[in-house]
């Protein structure tokens, strides 16, 4: 549609007036206009990347341990596979140690378990052990730490003297260095390996696990 000049009355063509100085204003930029839906780098509209628990593994067969003394009198009393999550304290893997007059009880005790298949076929962040755990003696000491296979994992965290939750967490395959996947979570036992010290050459202390779980987080 062609428009009369405002000041003449001539039509205008392209930017302005033939006849007289008239010239059309310029229309200001517009914005950048985003999509009703805006999708982020690197995923889909809704998408998430953050870590959310897929699978819970227990332990359901074979158990296998190595218990190394180091002075002392040292001992293991094991567990079950079902005693591991069954609820309770009154079972459990227990790592002795007793001063025989001379030398405190020092040993550390490893326990893997075969746990259920995994079949999670996502990305896995990270996997988790968590454990119920004491030393017995407040004279006493002991630690604890994540264990696979012949591999520990992350740091050792002092048990205290009475029950409590100790989480245990990896994001890569310690026996490789590279990203969990569902086939290596397959390919081994999982547990954990405890240090227990009396607290003298006539104490005795345990350190003793009831529980174990062991958890897939991944989106």
């Not at 326990?111 to 962040?125: N, P």
């Amino acid at each position: 549609m062609v428009m009369p000049c405002p000041q003449c009355g001539a039509p205008v063509l392209g930017g302005g007036c033939p006849r007289c100085t008239y010239r059309k204003p310029k229309e200001a930029p517009k914005g950048r206009e985003l999509p009703l839906v805006y999708t982020a780098p690197g995923g889909e509209p809704g998408s998430s990347t953050t870590p959310v628990l897929q699978e819970t593994l227990l332990a359901t067969g074979a158990r296998s341990s190595n218990l190394v003394v180091i002075s002392g009198g040292v001992s293991e009393a094991a567990n079950t596979a079902a005693g591991t999550h069954d609820g309770s304290d009154s079972t459990a893997d227990q790592l002795q140690v007793a001063g025989d007059s001379v030398d405190i009880g020092q040993g550390t005790l490893e326990v893997l378990y075969t746990v259920t298949t995994s079949v999670f076929s996502g990305t896995i962040d990270f996997v988790r052990i968590i454990c119920r755990a004491q030393v017995t003696d407040p004279q006493g000491s002991g630690v604890i730490i994540g264990d696979i296979g012949t591999n520990t994992f992350g740091v050792a965290v002092p048990l205290t003297n009475a029950y409590a939750s100790y989480t245990l967490e990896t994001d890569v395959d310690p026996g490789d260095g590279l990203p969990w996947t569902t086939a290596k979570i397959n390919s081994y036992q999982w547990g954990f390996l405890i240090t227990a010290q009396s607290g003298d050459p006539n104490d005795a202390s345990d350190s003793e696990v009831t529980e174990m779980r062991v958890e897939v987080w991944g989106h």
